[in-house]
């Protein structure tokens, strides 16, 4: 018997209102299944075990964490479901609600459609020596198996990943470096509303969070990073790969800074800062720009 191994997945995503995944994607793992529960009645009957007969199905839920090395070209499709805002050119801003999705999924030996779906967060990490990660905990509503998956293999990117050494950040209008970044943007969504449905019936969004985290070096030049505090600072987050870049614009960071760890003789004593971006004014607490055309 052959194995079954998971290079074989394919994973696409679709508007809902299409029905059908529009655009496949190149992506290092796929946590997304249908988690079902089941529901025991309690009644005694004179014994310690409990009836098969008394066992029912409880609700499901549809959903999970997918990873993915992404491409400009990737990102200029997926930030609208990460933001919320559709497309403005290359800009992309954030709004009170986000658009569903249908995801498809070849899983081997079964083929899924997920529906009613959004990205509750989206974690983009790099560090030093490494290409630049997305990690989405997508969420759905309806796990239809038994589909058929779209052929749309001609829509995986031809660009090249970015990786950690294309990255600038700029905070206050200083350029930092760092050795690794981690910026989730947290969607938060309401994931309990079944109502009398064996699936969730929809998704809000509840608060809007954004965290980046960053290691940075110990010398005097970082030593500025104390003054942001509760005053905060505008920031950039830029990746540029020849023609084609990734921009974050963060509202106001802000961080309560501590001094950093002393470690034993011989290593580097680094800074590791978590920040959190509010939003400032009319500007929002962040906002993207992703030029895909090489």
Known sequence: MAATTGHQQRFGLGTQ??????????INSNGITNARTQIQNQG????????AESTVEGTYTA??????????DDLAFLMEYILGGAASGNDFAVAESLPEMTVEMYRTIETVKVTKAKINSATFA???????????????????????FASISGTLSTQAPFVHHQ???????TAYQVDDVNLTIGNNLILDRFYNS??????????????????FPW??????????ATAGAAATLVYTSGNVSLTFTFGKLQAAVNGPPMGARGSEVKMPISFVSRRTGSTPSIAATVDSTP
Do not use: H, K
């Open 17 to 26: 209102s299409g029905g059908v995944a529009t655009r496949e994607f190149f």
């Open 44 to 51: 005694t009957y004179g014994s310690r075990d409990f009836r």
């Open 63 to 72: 959903g999970g964490t997918v990873e993915l090395n992404p491409r400009a």
């Open 126 to 148: 790099s560090r030093m020596g490494q290409e630049l990660s997305l990690s989405m905990d997508i969420q759905g509503c309806q796990w239809t198996p038994g589909i058929t």
């Open 167 to 173: 990255a600038v950040l700029t905070i206050g209008g």
């Open 198 to 215: 064996q699936y969730r019936v929809d998704l809000p969004e509840g608060n809007r969070t954004v965290e980046l985290s960053c290691t």
């Open 219 to 228: 010398t005097s030049t970082e030593s500025a990073l104390y003054a942001l």
